[in-house]
């Protein structure tokens, strides 16, 4: 038995058959590799959702600039609890979720971030 994706061909187009469509964790999980690659300087296809920050060579300081770049992008506040336990994308998704989860009213686009001024 395959686990294969199987497809549909329509026009000139393979739509997958079956798959559910993206959920809120996919679609963080897309910005974060977004968010690495632009850190970091990688092509975005290298980054996979089960990378861990060191194959990513995701140093200390690179690990500050990514918080900073999430916690503008969701409009969030990561604690540092949190930024310091994760070791890879697939934990820091898991993580980002929770925090987003826990407070839905720092997702909105009000403008500020959640995190106050520095």
């Not at 897309?30 to 996979?48: G, M, Q, W, Y």
């Not at 900073?68 to 409009?75: A, D, G, K, T, V």
């Not at 070791?87 to 106050?116: F, Q, R, W, Y």
Request: proline share 7%.
């Amino acid at each position: 038995a395959s686990s294969a994706v199987k497809f549909l061909s329509c026009c000139r187009y393979n739509i997958p058959v079956g798959l559910e469509p993206p959920t809120m964790a996919d679609n963080i999980t897309e910005k974060v590799l977004d968010l690495i690659a632009s850190v970091k300087r990688l092509p975005r296809e290298n980054l996979k959702p089960d990378s861990t920050f060191a194959e990513l060579g995701l140093d200390s300081l690179d690990s500050i600039n990514l918080i900073f770049e999430i916690e503008n992008e969701f409009n969030i506040s990561v604690p540092d609890e949190a930024a310091k336990s994760v070791t890879g994308v697939a934990d820091l998704v898991a993580k980002l979720h929770e925090i987003i989860a826990a407070d839905p009213a720092s997702n909105s686009s009000s403008g500020s971030p959640a995190s106050g001024t520095a």
